[in-house]
């Protein structure tokens, strides 16, 4: 099983440019999320999708989207990339509300120069 | 809102025992999570407390006491694999948010020495 599987898995981009980092699970999770990682700041989120057909915003939303295409994938996107966005994305899934865990992808980390 | 607070760094030799606290505020409460980071890795699950107690799983132990606001992940026989970062997470649920969604600490770094 791939589990939870991010594409690409590093990106340089120049001020301005847009990109869609993608994510895709195959574990029947219903529940998906996007985080970012900075040093020192831990795991911060984006946004969320409940289930399918459902987003929602998180602790960091400004300057991003999200289309939960179907039940497995996920898909973040930056419209006008800024330096302020430089960081390690995270997706991960869950079973419903995660008591038991969320399965992180193995990130994309991002540049903007 | 919420916070969660965790040491910055931690640093002990291989065979010791490591204590990792973690104080937290919350609107509301679900659970204590652990997640354990390598250098370059994704974050994976170790554990999950919605109880007061300690829960085993091999070397490892997490507990949790909900009066105090407050649990730790203990590491026993540390080895040089263990060096890694360890982040506790809240699940907060509260009126405004049914959903209930994980937030992180800032994490903190293990380093096992020879």
């Known amino acids: 099983n791939a589990g939870v599987t991010q594409t690409p898995k590093f990106q340089v981009l120049k001020t301005g440019q847009s990109m869609t980092l993608q994510c895709a699970q195959d574990?029947?999770?219903?529940?998906m999320y996007w985080y970012r990682q900075d040093p020192g700041m831990g795991l911060r989120l984006i946004y969320y999708s409940a289930s399918e057909g459902t987003t929602d915003k998180g602790e960091v939303p400004n300057g991003y989207n999200v289309s939960r295409l179907n039940k497995r994938e996920f898909s973040l996107r930056l419209e006008s990339a800024a330096p302020s966005q430089t960081s390690v994305y995270f997706c991960?899934?869950?079973?419903?509300?995660?008591?038991?865990?969320?399965?992180f992808g193995s990130g994309t980390r991002l540049t903007v120069v | 809102g919420q916070s969660l607070e965790q040491p910055s760094e931690v640093t002990a030799v291989e065979g010791a025992i490591v204590q990792i606290n973690c104080t937290y505020q919350?609107?509301?409460?679900?659970?204590l999570s652990w997640y354990q980071q390598h250098d370059g890795g994704a974050p994976t699950f170790l554990s999950y407390n919605a109880l007061d107690g300690l829960e085993e799983t091999g070397r490892f132990s997490s507990f949790l006491s909900r009066s105090d606001s407050y649990g730790y992940l203990l590491l026993q026989e540390l080895q040089m694999k263990d060096s890694a970062s360890y982040f506790c997470?809240?699940?907060?649920?509260?009126?405004?948010?049914?959903?209930?969604?994980?937030?992180f600490g800032a994490g903190t770094q293990v380093v096992v020495t020879p």
């Open positions: 574990m029947n999770h219903n529940s």
């Open positions: 991960a899934s869950s079973v419903d509300r995660g008591f038991y865990g969320y399965t």
């Open positions: 997470a809240v699940r907060d649920e509260s009126p405004a948010d049914s959903w209930g969604k994980l937030q």
């Open positions: 919350t609107s509301g409460f679900y659970g």
